[in-house]
């Protein structure tokens, strides 16, 4: 049932948000330049890879011995406005279509945090993530990695379709008053370094 709704959803939503989808791929293209994806492997259900897609928010600038410079200097005025509204996860919605995402699920990470979780919180891979999640619609990037992570264990334990309705409900609300978008001084969340680095950015 979960995985029929998501397609369902998902599809209705590229082709209703295909315009959309089109003036913001228009918009990245002509500010940010090429690629307009910013595409990197996460990992999904039992930590199985996939390519996630995103739409870029950032530049490729970097310092003069050729590092990337910190977010929050290559994060563009377009980008800021793009993940406030959340249309940077757009296109995420193919992920949902070809079964490395659901559209309710703990949100995927980095690869390079596989290693670092407790055994209660590597549970947030017992089921597939999502694009919002319980911990998104409680907190989002302004809460703690504990707090996030409680939250991850919480949805796999307690997961149903009714609750998947109610997340996807408060998602908007979220989405619409724009909450919990940065942590800190950070433009999402810092890095997770393990469970000594529980703390808030």
Not at 28 to 42: D, H, K, T, Y
Not at 97 to 116: A, C, T
Not at 159 to 171: A, E
């Amino acid at each position: 049932m979960k995985r029929s709704f998501d397609v369902a959803v998902a599809s209705a939503l590229l082709l209703l948000l295909s315009p959309v989808i089109a003036v913001v791929a228009f918009l990245v293209a002509s500010r940010l330049g090429r690629p307009v994806l910013f595409r990197q492997i996460r990992p999904g259900m039992h930590g199985k890879p996939f390519q996630l897609y995103k739409f870029r928010t950032m530049t490729d600038g970097r310092d003069a011995d050729g590092n990337l410079l910190s977010d929050h200097l290559r994060l563009t005025p377009l980008g800021q406005m793009l993940r406030k509204l959340s249309l940077d996860e757009l296109p995420q919605l193919l992920n949902v279509v070809k079964g490395e995402l659901s559209l309710v699920g703990p949100r995927p990470l980095l690869m390079e945090y596989l290693p670092l979780y407790t055994e209660e919180q590597a549970k947030r891979h017992l089921v597939r993530p999502g694009i919002t999640g319980w911990a998104q619609v409680n907190g989002r990037n302004a809460v703690t990695w504990e707090e996030r992570f409680i939250k991850d264990v919480w949805y796999v334990e307690n997961n149903s379709f009714w609750l998947d309705i109610k997340i996807l409900l408060l998602t908007v609300k979220r989405v619409a008053k724009s909450d919990g978008i940065s942590n800190g001084n950070h433009v999402t969340m810092p890095l997770f370094e393990g469970n000594a680095s529980n703390q808030k950015g």
